[in-house]
């Protein structure tokens, strides 16, 4: 069914476990990820980078399509927009269906990213819109993701209270693209971040981290992981292997249907290796509504929770989603 990326963090808080995020370019991509979904029981985020949104040249096709799928699915789905550094594409979000998106001022420097990016939430959050945002060069020229970039605990802590936005996408040691699982996460660096950082925090380039490093990362604060080369490695992969194993294979449907197991496979995977399974077996994701009393700034979670590096940590409680910012999520999903 659908629903509002603002539950799906408050379930996340209330089960400690990680939200699941995938990035769509193709309607198989959608079916495999939310089948995966369905059968690991957990809820899960469809989203659409802007980039995604010009290859279909402009997001509402895709995203009708994920909208349809989420509405007809079992499971918990919310839709959002990624890497949106356009502010045309931002303004057209609120008649797109999503409830949330990710404002990318991050190549900006650092100002005229704090600028953006409040102005952005601003907008966003007047038509009840869930925002992620991402840091500027911090500790460096390149990318925030790029290679030796870190986010500095107390700059983040200023940026989230200049900006006002919901989430934030830290720079911790992985890269965007990556399609080996090589990079290594600075972990104590993420644990200095959640203790920092009144908001959930955010792994992007989630597709270069091994399973092992992706759960003490979720342990050490990460709350939502971001995943979407892997997705397409698998896809591609079956791709050229259907294609190779049968040169007169011309139906789209025989190496499309393969892709999207494939990538199926690996979604599955993933949920598995970040979840625990009684967290699985319990359905959880199923039939998720918004919790009556969201949590707030008056529930602060224990600062031993915070710290704790084994998994039982995790910060998931998004203390930055005000109770009136509910409302109108709620009122979306029951007009779905
Ligand atoms: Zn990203």
């Known amino acids: 069914m659908l629903s509002d990326t603002a539950a799906l963090f408050h379930h996340a808080g209330d089960n400690r476990?990680?939200?699941?995020?995938?990035?769509?370019?193709?309607?198989?991509?959608?079916?495999?990820?939310?089948?995966?979904?369905?059968?690991?029981?957990?809820?899960?985020?469809?989203?659409?980078?802007?980039?995604?949104?010009?290859?279909?040249?402009?997001p509402a096709a895709l995203i009708a399509a994920c909208r349809v799928l989420a509405q007809t699915s079992t499971t918990s789905v919310s839709l959002h927009l990624d890497h949106v550094a356009s502010v045309e594409?931002?303004?057209?979000?609120?008649?797109l269906g999503v409830s949330s998106i990710m404002v990318d001022g991050s190549r900006l420097p650092d100002q005229e990213n704090i600028a953006f990016t409040k102005d952005s939430a601003t907008w966003a959050h007047q038509h009840h819109l869930f925002v992620e945002a991402e840091l500027g060069a911090i500790g460096g020229k390149g990318h925030p993701h790029t290679?030796?970039?870190?986010?500095?605990?107390?700059h983040a802590a200023a940026f989230v209270a200049q900006t006002g936005i919901d989430a934030l996408a830290v720079a911790v040691g992985s890269q965007h693209a990556m399609t080996t699982r090589t990079a290594e996460l600075d972990q104590a660096l993420i644990q200095?971040?959640?203790?920092?950082?009144?908001?959930?925090?955010?792994?992007?380039?989630?597709?270069?981290?091994?399973?092992?490093a992706l759960r003490l990362a979720v342990g050490s604060g990460i709350v939502k992981v971001n995943v979407g080369t892997l997705l397409n490695v698998a896809f591609t992969n079956a791709v050229r292997d259907t294609l190779?194993?049968?040169?007169?294979?011309?139906?789209?449907?025989?190496?499309?249907?393969?892709?999207?197991?494939?990538?199926?496979?690996?979604?599955?995977?993933?949920?598995?290796?970040?979840?625990?399974?009684?967290?699985?077996?319990?359905?959880?994701?199923?039939?998720?509504t918004r919790p009556q009393s969201p949590p707030g700034p008056t529930d602060?979670?224990?600062?031993?929770?915070?710290e704790a590096g084994d998994g039982a940590g995790l910060t998931a409680v998004p203390t930055a989603v005000p109770a009136e910012d509910a409302r109108p999520c709620r009122r979306r999903r029951q007009q779905a």
Request: no cysteine.
């Open 244 to 288: 190779a194993a049968d040169l007169q294979q011309v139906d789209p449907r025989g190496y499309l249907g393969a892709a999207r197991t494939a990538t199926e496979t690996a979604v599955l995977h993933l949920f598995h290796a970040l979840i625990p399974t009684t967290a699985i077996d319990h359905g959880a994701g199923a039939h998720l």
């Open 89 to 95: 594409l931002l303004h057209l979000a609120a008649d």
């Open 192 to 212: 200095r971040l959640a203790r920092s950082v009144p908001v959930p925090l955010v792994l992007h380039g989630s597709s270069g981290i091994a399973d092992d």
């Open 300 to 306: 602060p979670i224990p600062t031993d929770e915070r």
């Open 17 to 58: 476990t990680p939200l699941l995020a995938f990035n769509i370019i193709t309607l198989e991509h959608a079916h495999a990820v939310l089948r995966a979904a369905e059968v690991a029981g957990q809820p899960v985020i469809l989203q659409i980078s802007e980039n995604a949104a010009r290859y279909h040249h402009g």
């Open 147 to 154: 290679h030796g970039v870190r986010t500095d605990p107390a």
